[in-house]
């Protein structure tokens, strides 16, 4: 499926909800949405490039305006915290990954449709189809606030394919379910 002039093999959207935690209801119920794309790597049969920043410019801003809207969307309620994720096919270096996630044009889409003042934390790794990787989730505005500090789990079972890139955005509605550590500095 094509964009614009991003091409992806694969959309994928999941959205979880935790209705207990520790035996006791959670009320609201806590919400998280992950949205991704599955898509060729762009420097697949290159070798080493030194120089990634054409294959960046040509994915970056228009995967980011893809899932972002979708991210809000798919949770359905104020976002409150946030992250990325880049998983490389094991043809691929993690750098590519990296490289498309780590930059403005990708994560001011997510930071603008959310209102988010802070880096988006991210988890970058190199692995076959259907590997299982964690989005590390940290507040929208502030970093500091240990109670959204926390992460999701997701694979897609066939992908990313050895010469493909998944990368994902997550978001949540609330901090962990049941959170009741002390604010920062005060334990």
């Known amino acids: 499926m094509s964009t614009a002039a991003f ?22 119920i806590a919400r998280v949405a992950i949205v991704g794309a599955v898509f060729d790597n762009p420097w697949k049969g290159q070798g080493f490039v030194q ?9 970056a801003s228009d995967l980011g305006a893809l899932l972002a809207p979708r991210v809000i969307e798919a949770l359905g309620a104020p976002l409150e915290a946030y992250g990325k994720a ?11 990954g990296s490289g498309i996630i780590h930059n403005l044009r990708f994560g001011d889409h997510f930071r ?10 991210a988890v970058e790794k190199r692995g076959p189809a259907g590997v299982a990787f964690d989005i590390p989730l940290k507040h929208y505005t502030d970093m500091r606030i240990r109670s959204h500090h926390q992460s999701v789990e997701a694979r897609v079972a066939d992908a990313p394919h050895a010469d493909e890139i998944l990368v994902a955005l997550a978001g949540a509605a609330q901090g962990r379910p049941q959170q009741r550590l002390a604010a920062l500095g005060e334990d």
């Open 7 to 28: 091409t992806y093999r694969k959309l994928f959207t999941i959205v979880e909800e935790t209705a207990l935690e520790g035996g006791r209801d959670v009320d609201p």
């Open 51 to 59: 120089d990634l920043l054409p294959g960046i410019n040509s994915i």
């Open 86 to 96: 880049a998983i490389v096919g094991l043809n691929g270096e993690i750098e590519h």
């Open 112 to 121: 603008n449709a959310a209102n988010a003042t802070t880096l988006l934390p």
